[in-house]
């Protein structure tokens, strides 16, 4: 019983830690931020206006399910059309749809 517990304190003081293999990819943190700040102030049909309450959930919806090419022509674009472009694409897919709906009524 008490290796069970020893176990159990170990295995809870290691998820605490940031241990450098299980850092966030910085592309998709960067990417995530671009996002987010392409998508805040743009208009939508109807008069709403994208927040960041709104943006940054879908952008990490982006991150999650864009691929590493995608992510580096997000980090590369110079303008937000072709952010927005990419984005539109990644956001598009089933699987994005699923985890942009999940986020934002959650």
Same mark, same amino acid.
Not at 7 to 26: E, Q, R, Y
Not at 76 to 87: S, V
């Given at each position: 019983?008490? *290796?069970?517990?020893?176990?159990?304190?170990?295995?809870?003081?290691?998820?605490?830690?940031?241990?450098?293999?299980?850092?966030?990819?910085?592309?998709?943190?960067?990417?995530?931020?671009? %996002?987010?700040?392409?998508? %805040?102030?743009?208009?939508?049909?109807?008069?709403?206006? %994208?927040?960041?309450?709104?943006?940054?959930?879908? !952008?990490?919806?982006?991150?999650?399910?864009?691929?590493?090419?995608?992510?580096?022509?997000? %980090?590369?674009?110079?303008?937000?059309?072709? *952010?927005?472009?990419?984005?539109?694409?990644?956001?598009?897919?089933?699987? !994005?749809?699923?985890? !942009?709906?999940?986020?934002?009524?959650?």
């Amino acid at each position: 019983m008490k *290796r069970i517990i020893l176990s159990l304190i170990a295995a809870t003081a290691l998820a605490g830690c940031d241990m450098p293999g299980f850092m966030a990819d910085p592309t998709a943190t960067t990417a995530t931020d671009l %996002v987010t700040a392409s998508m %805040v102030g743009t208009e939508l049909s109807g008069g709403i206006v %994208v927040t960041e309450r709104i943006a940054r959930p879908l !952008a990490e919806c982006v991150a999650e399910h864009a691929t590493d090419e995608e992510l580096a022509q997000i %980090v590369a674009a110079t303008d937000d059309a072709t *952010r927005n472009a990419i984005t539109s694409a990644v956001l598009a897919r089933p699987e !994005a749809i699923s985890c !942009a709906t999940a986020a934002l009524t959650a």
